[in-house]
């Protein structure tokens, strides 16, 4: 099936550190890119939709200048959480997808900030 | 407004017997939905998925129902394994062939398959 990578799987870092989660799709060309955010217990909530070569589409709620989102290549999405803040710890996970077939999940960023 | 809600946060089922888990949703426009498993500090797995124009599908263990009136859906395992325990997400797009479709997820459903 497809594989999708998300690196790092585990961040901590000081408040005030921004950063940079990489969402790779290895063996497709992923048209859009999606990435979440997940609280614990709680629903794979979407912050916004990437496609590969235009500005991303953000959701409601959610800040553009806080969560940066590249999408350079068909293989590759970045998300950076710039000065990250306790309240941005979560779980974070990308999505990559093409016309017609569902989305495949990364195994997630766990994002602490202290 | 949660648009898809899965009312169930947990199901335990004996080995062999079988697993319902239930999703509902609110907005008349989702034309797809899909099943997806998570295990612990991983991501989600794509599972099942049923389009609207179709009120069953089935692949090997798994059968997905979809009732359109009722604005419900439900994932059948048959015969459940314990393998099968993890969280079990419901999610639906209202634009599934446009470039993928944005998912709305539902809050899963932890299911444990006792041996």
């Known amino acids: 099936g497809a594989v999708v990578s998300q690196h790092p799987s585990r961040v901590i870092c000081k408040s005030g550190t921004s950063v940079k989660i990489e969402c790779r799709s290895l063996d497709f060309q992923a048209t859009t890119m999606f990435w979440y955010r997940q609280f614990p217990k709680q629903s794979l909530m979407l912050m916004a939709t990437s496609n590969e070569g235009s500005k991303a589409t953000y959701e409601q709620g959610v800040e553009k200048d806080k969560f940066l989102i590249n999408h350079a290549s068909l293989t590759l999405s970045t998300l950076t959480v710039t000065s990250a803040h306790p309240e941005d710890s979560s779980f974070y996970i990308c999505?990559?997808?093409?016309?017609?077939?569902?989305?495949?999940f990364g195994d997630g960023t766990r994002l602490s900030i202290l | 407004d949660q648009q898809v809600k899965q009312n169930s946060p947990s199901l335990s089922v004996q080995e062999g017997r079988i697993s319902i888990l239930n999703c509902d949703y609110t907005n008349s426009m989702f034309d797809y939905f899909l099943w997806y498993k998570k295990y612990p500090a991983e991501g989600p797995t794509f599972l099942i998925s049923i389009s609207s124009i179709k009120d069953k599908n089935e692949d090997g263990r798994f059968t997905v129902f979809l009732n359109k009136s009722a604005k419900h859906l439900s994932l059948h395992i048959v015969p459940s394994q314990p393998g099968d325990s993890a969280v079990y997400f419901c999610a639906a797009s209202a634009e599934f062939d446009n470039q993928g479709g944005k998912l709305i997820f539902g809050q899963g459903t932890e299911l444990s398959v006792k041996p």
């Open positions: 999505s990559a997808s093409r016309p017609g077939q569902p989305q495949h």
